[in-house]
């Protein structure tokens, strides 16, 4: 099995992925990096291509297969790139609601994502999907799985997936959505199609315009070196309360605080002085904090205790650049 995409090179990554159905080159694993809102419609789209009877590498719309996997405003009518948004949401966690959902109505295409409240997916919604992708009954037509936010698997999960990875049902084919690849396994990585759409815009740190949320981050990070303690862990105290809620706001202080620490090593550098070991240090600790969030189920008030002790001593380093 050759793991090569067709053409790295190509410009436009659907076409990547619309190509391989009508060449008939389609992978058993793809892993679609970039901002969520264009991987998702993209997986969405490849989804919906592979089952379609006209096997042209888009959805033909009129076919029953089509018909079948039709989801939200494109069932209605309406113009199939409005179903951009996650179209299809789990009810909780695997205990309370589904574990996984279908495209439409089509009984070949799944759909895993974190349930509602949850904060990972879980190994059980891992578990029901291999279960489900090996019942006979589909006859010689593909089917294919999508893993939105793979990046939030816990490792548990993750291991489950490699599993289906490694020995794939006939004509099934796994496409795993992230907006980062460095948050899953590398035996996951090695046995996907790697498939790179643009990154998401970076958060613009210094912009009026940037909700009320991301200034306020900004201001807590910008006044760091002079809080004491206690007054740190009371910044910390706001990222109480029901978890998925904080984590969510934990992980916007995550990047907030990531274009912060490049503002401030672009300012150094632009002062012909180097970054300091604790700026370097303190980018790997975000990508811990991350991973401790996202797959460990860390508590987002110590994640966001340790962010912040860990930033203000970075921000007591002799800073290069002027303080407004
Ligand atoms: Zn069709």
């Given at each position: 099995?050759?793991?090569?995409?067709?053409?790295?090179?190509?410009?436009?990554?659907?076409?990547?992925?619309?190509?391989?159905?009508?060449?008939?080159?389609?992978?058993?694993?793809?892993?679609?990096?970039?901002?969520?809102?264009?991987?998702?419609?993209?997986?969405?789209?490849?989804?919906?291509?592979?089952?379609?009877?006209?096997?042209?590498?888009?959805?033909?719309?009129?076919?029953?297969?089509?018909?079948?996997?039709?989801?939200?405003?494109?069932?209605?009518?309406?113009?199939?790139?409005?179903?951009?948004?996650?179209?299809?949401?789990?009810?909780?966690?695997?205990?309370?609601?589904?574990?996984?959902?279908?495209?439409?109505?089509?009984?070949?295409?799944?759909?895993?994502?974190?349930?509602?409240?949850?904060?990972?997916?879980?190994?059980?919604?891992?578990?029901?999907?291999?279960?489900?992708?090996?019942?006979?009954?589909?006859?010689s037509g593909r089917r294919a799985a999508i893993v939105e936010g793979a990046?939030?698997?816990?490792?548990?999960?993750?291991?489950?997936?490699?599993?289906?990875?490694?020995?794939?049902?006939?004509?099934?084919?796994?496409?795993?959505?992230?907006?980062?690849?460095?948050?899953?396994?590398?035996?996951?990585?090695?046995?996907?199609?790697?498939?790179?759409?643009?990154?998401?815009?970076?958060?613009?740190?210094?912009?009026?315009?940037?909700?009320?949320?991301?200034?306020?981050?900004?201001?807590?990070?910008?006044?760091?070196?002079?809080?004491?303690?206690?007054?740190?862990?009371?910044?910390?105290?706001?990222?109480?309360?029901?978890?998925?809620?904080?984590?969510?706001?934990?992980?916007?202080?995550?990047?907030?605080?990531?274009?912060?620490?490049?503002?401030?090593?672009?300012?150094?550098?632009?002062?012909?002085?180097?970054?300091?070991?604790?700026?370097?240090?303190?980018?790997?600790?975000?990508?811990?904090?991350?991973?401790?969030?996202?797959?460990?189920?860390?508590?987002?008030?110590?994640?966001?205790?340790?962010?912040?002790?860990?930033?203000?001593?970075?921000?007591?380093?002799?800073?290069?650049?002027?303080?407004?």
């Open positions: 099995m050759s793991l090569v995409p067709d053409r790295p090179d190509a410009a436009d990554p659907a076409e990547i992925l619309a190509r391989a159905i009508p060449n008939d080159r389609v992978h058993s694993g793809y892993l679609l990096t970039g901002a969520p809102a264009s991987t998702t419609a993209a997986a969405l789209a490849f989804a919906r291509a592979l089952v379609c009877e006209a096997g042209r590498g888009r959805a033909c719309e009129t076919c029953h297969a089509c018909h079948s996997s039709r989801i939200g405003a494109a069932a209605t009518g309406a113009d199939d790139a409005s179903v951009g948004a996650p179209p299809i949401a789990l009810d909780g966690d695997g205990k309370r609601g589904p574990t996984y959902r279908h495209v439409g109505d089509h009984p070949a295409l799944f759909w895993v994502a974190r349930g509602h409240d949850d904060t990972r997916i879980k190994i059980g919604q891992i578990r029901d999907l291999q279960s489900a992708l090996r019942l006979r009954g589909f006859e990046e939030s698997m816990s490792t548990s999960a993750q291991n489950a997936l490699l599993r289906i990875l490694e020995e794939p049902p006939p004509r099934t084919t796994l496409v795993l959505v992230a907006a980062r690849a460095s948050a899953l396994v590398a035996t996951i990585r090695s046995r996907c199609v790697r498939v790179r759409f643009p990154a998401e815009p970076e958060v613009a740190l210094r912009d009026p315009a940037m909700p009320a949320e991301t200034a306020g981050i900004v201001a807590l990070l910008d006044d760091l070196r002079g809080r004491s303690p206690g007054q740190i862990l009371d910044a910390a105290e706001t990222y109480r309360g029901a978890r998925a809620e904080a984590a969510e706001s934990v992980a916007l202080l995550i990047d907030v605080s990531g274009a912060w620490l490049r503002e401030r090593v672009t300012a150094r550098v632009l002062r012909g002085e180097r970054p300091g070991p604790r700026e370097l240090d303190a980018h790997k600790s975000l990508l811990q904090l991350r991973r401790d969030l996202v797959q460990r189920n860390a508590n987002p008030q110590m994640v966001a205790e340790r962010l912040l002790f860990g930033l203000r001593d970075v921000a007591g380093d002799a800073v290069g650049k002027s303080r407004a």
